[in-house]
């Protein structure tokens, strides 16, 4: 029996291969990009505009940040509170492109101790965890000079 894949936040991301990308929404006014994705107001306050559409944003990014992540990182990540919080590598990524910071928990087996800030790393399909039925979907970051 294999477990039902089900990204745990509808419409953050799309694909689950070499396909995988993180998906926000642009202001067809003003292009400011939002993510998480921003439906109906343009948030830019210099701008009225309330036509947004989806847009895949960059793959790879930088590093601006990142921690031992000892305790839940806040909302948009999601996390399960019945689960205890497994101490992992969080990392924030300034989008190559979009110049936006999107955070995340890197890829299993990466710590803090492979990290620096500066470096490079892509968006990959990730596991938050599994339950019985469903295997929940996510994003994590890769550096791109690991391929495991
Ligand atoms: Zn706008």
């Known amino acids: 029996m294999s477990l039902t894949p089900t990204p745990v936040v509808a419409g953050l991301f799309a694909g689950d291969g070499d396909d995988f990308t993180l998906l926000g929404t642009r202001c067809r006014a003003c292009a400011s990009v939002f993510f998480p994705r921003e439906e109906f107001n343009c948030r830019n306050p210099g701008c009225q505009g309330g036509d947004l559409e989806e847009v895949p944003l960059s793959r790879r990014g930088r590093i601006w940040s990142y921690t031992d992540s000892r305790y839940r990182p806040p909302s948009p990540y999601v996390t399960n509170p019945e689960l205890p919080w497994e101490p992992c590598a969080l ?3 300034e989008l190559e492109a979009e110049r936006m ?12 101790a492979d990290l620096a800030v500066g ?12 339950d019985a039925e469903t295997s929940w979907t996510t994003w994590k970051w890769r550096p791109t000079g690991v391929t495991a």
């Open 91 to 93: 990392i924030a990524v």
């Open 101 to 112: 910071v999107v955070l995340g928990q890197a890829v299993p087996g990466i710590t803090v």
């Open 119 to 130: 470096m490079e790393v892509e968006a990959v399909p990730g596991v938050l965890h599994e």
